[in-house]
């Protein structure tokens, strides 16, 4: 009886393992050679920050992403059962909308070669739009038989890209520049009349970052995922002193793919 | 995956969404004096009008000069200075700055001038600032003219524009002369002294000395950014308070400073060009020729109540105030001098007691485009001014 017991649970475990072996297969490259590519297309949230934020922010009272999009093609291949690594190719568009109170923000803006620079304490609105490609390179893990994690950098390139604000006084009436330093001439700026800036021609046209992606398989040649890109190159072009701290892109995109 | 990275993305993720990452407020970094008043009991006597122990003080200024009865003396009187929140003021006494508290006590006696610092709440700005009380001239109840030749002009503190100085013949006892170059400044930083709207020509006047030219010049980019496309020259008899420049034009040019004569007629030279396409506020071209502008207004300087009144861009020329006006008329394009005269038409006959306690305020204003406070003009109108003589019954 014993002897029969022992070998219903020798059987059983041995079942167990080769269903555990069938799921890493199920789930697995659907080519036998291990490779085969990806299109995806998603819906991308996000935007262009200083880090950290200064302490010259002392509210965001607005934050709008656009809602941004994001199509592509992804090759992939996998060495063994967990590593791999793929390659990609997506065409998208994001943009943000933010509404900031600041406290002697330091700006310098030159339009024609006439400089005006100075200290501005109000409110901030920015709206950006950007158009481009971005190629991320990765390295995947497959930690579960439906689960994948990817990282590594990517590089984007820019076709079109807008960075186009206004300043005037925030909802305590306030809202003024000290020209040149906290010290020199006060000049106020309201919302009837606001100063309007555009830097598109001062931003890089390329930008080079980080990704990590989340995939799972949700059926055979069907996947969700969700990924984050964080910029880690300055989006200023070298000099560009109109802002006076470095900022960054940051997007999340969620989306779905199929997979071949 | 390195935590290193993972973590700050991660919290990163979170400042967008919570706007959590909000770091301490940092400590203000002006350190302006906004306001001075002295406090004196039965101030009329001493000056001349109760509002005249305040005053506002922009913040392009950094001496600020009280005036009293020219038979009148002070000696310590109390200050109070409203200066930027958190700042610190500290007085020149023997040689040194010592803290200063509202309230105490300050020698004004012979007219010395008390020199302040005020140091910003984050101690990394100071600005220096002198406060003084001066004796108006004696009243001359005498017929007289007086002559404004132009020749007395400088270069500002930072040398970008020119400024001129009331050190005219008979002129009022202070600064008195504005001009709308510190707005120009901000939108052309690199404009020459030259290329400014209200210039100063060493030579080439009437008289073959010094003269004003004044010219409707284009603000370029950051004028258009505001919707200001051009500024006009201009030379006028009050302050130009920049603080309004961009936010409301027609309040930075405040006409006008007391003056106890009663001006009748005023004479001058002028020679004018008009530019060549005129334009409206939105920069779109307008089918009008362009016109300079003169004129002399005087003015009660008090309302009923008390209250100071001022004139701005918008009501110089239509204020209730007003009790005599007088504005060229039938300039022509001309490139000899020319001679123009204007006489001044009163409303009101003048209280002689008024005039006497700097009840009236007067103005003399010139601009190379007549709608230049509305930032409508032809670009390259030229108006140059020379010898300008306001004739005063007495």
Known sequence: MKKIAFLFLACFALLSATAQEDKWKEWGPTSPSQAGFLVRAGYTLGGTTPLPLPDEIRSINEFSPKGGATVGLDVYKMFGRRWGISAGWHFFYEGFHTGADVKNYKMSLTQEGNTMSGYFTGTDITNTDMWGMTMPVLITFRFAPRWNVSFGPYFSTYFKRSFKGEVYDNKDGVGYLRVDTPTGEKINIDHSNPATYDFHDDMRNWNGGIELLFDWKVARHFNAFASLDWGLSNIWDKGFEAVDFRMYPLYATVGVAYRY | ?394
Not at chain 2, 49 to 73: C, N, P, W
Request: hydrophobic content about 40%.
């Open chain 2, 1 to 394: 995956m390195s935590k290193k990275i993972f973590v700050p993305a991660l919290a990163l993720v979170g400042c967008l969404s919570l706007g959590s990452c909000i770091g301490d407020e940092p400590l203000n970094a002006e350190c302006d004096i906004e306001q001075v008043s002295l406090s004196v009991p039965d101030a009329e006597s001493i000056f001349y009008h109760e509002y005249d122990t305040m005053q506002v003080v922009s913040s392009a200024v950094d001496s600020v000069g009280f005036l009293i009865r020219y038979d009148k003396s002070v000696g310590q009187l109390p200050l109070t200075l409203k200066v930027t929140e958190g700042a610190q003021a500290y007085i020149l006494s023997d040689g040194e700055f010592v803290p200063f508290r509202n309230g105490q006590l300050v020698d004004f006696s012979e007219e010395q001038i008390r020199e302040f610092r005020i140091v910003s709440q984050d101690g990394k700005w100071a600005r220096m600032y002198k406060i003084n009380i001066v004796h108006d001239v004696a009243p001359e109840r005498e017929h007289f003219f007086m002559n404004v030749t132009f020749d007395h002009f400088g270069l500002n503190s930072t040398g970008k524009y020119h400024v001129w100085y009331g050190a005219e013949e008979n002129s009022i006892s202070y600064d008195q002369w504005a001009t709308g170059n510190p707005g120009f400044n901000l939108s052309k930083s690199s404009a020459k002294v030259e290329e400014y709207p209200t210039v100063g020509v060493a030579e080439g006047g009437v008289d073959g000395g010094p003269y004003v030219k004044l010219e409707t010049r284009d603000t370029g980019a950051f004028g258009r950014m505001v919707n200001m496309r051009l500024a006009a020259g201009n030379l006028f008899i009050g302050t130009f308070d920049v603080a309004n420049a961009l936010k409301d034009a027609m309040a930075a040019t405040r006409f006008g400073l007391p003056f106890k004569h009663k001006p009748i007629k005023v004479t001058g030279w002028y020679k004018f060009k008009a530019g060549e396409q005129f334009q409206n506020r939105q920069g779109q071209k307008v089918d009008r020729m362009d016109l300079p502008d003169i004129y002399c207004v005087m003015y009660r300087n008090q309302d009923s109540e008390g209250n100071q009144v001022l004139l701005y861009g918008d009501d110089v020329l239509s204020s209730k105030a007003i009790v005599g006006l007088a504005r060229i008329t039938g300039v022509v394009e001309t490139d000899e001098w020319t001679q123009f005269e204007m006489a001044v038409e009163y409303n009101q006959e003048l209280d002689d007691n008024l005039l006497e306690n700097n009840g009236y305020s007067m103005t003399l204003s010139m601009a190379s485009s007549i709608e230049g406070a509305s930032f409508e003009g032809a670009p390259g109108s030229i108006f140059c001014v020379d010898n300008v003589v306001i004739e005063c019954e007495y």
